[in-house]
């Protein structure tokens, strides 16, 4: 994937495009990520020994991963992402924009 959590991405797609916010969880499997405050669903919640008072809970539902796009830390925009190999060679991403690297 080209995100992973801790990215701050844009969203492009869905109820919530244009937001931005920081990946809380990563399914690489799925090819989904879970963006804070981003595709919020309201869950009828059955009280739990967890969770007594039950009720409707918010929680984030996953999108998938080609519905955002990483927000370079650099310059701040939105951008597809570049390879580099570092001198070691260890393999880093970095901004098309810019070329800050990412990791
Ligand atoms: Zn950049």
Redesign the pocket.
């Known amino acids: 994937m080209h995100v992973k959590k801790g990215d701050t991405v844009r969203v492009l797609a869905g109820r919530d495009k244009g937001k931005e916010g920081q990946i809380i969880q990563a399914m690489p499997k799925e090819n989904r990520v879970i963006v804070e405050k981003v595709n919020l669903v309201k869950r009828h919640q059955r009280p739990t020994p967890d969770i007594p008072e039950g009720g409707i809970i918010t929680k984030e539902a996953p999108i998938h991963v080609s519905n955002v796009m990483l927000i370079?830390k650099?310059?701040k925009?939105p951008?597809r992402i570049a390879h580099k190999f570092l001198y070691n060679g260890k393999k880093v991403r970095a901004?098309k924009?810019?070329g800050?690297t990412l990791d």
């Open positions: 370079c650099s310059c925009k951008t901004c924009h810019c800050a």
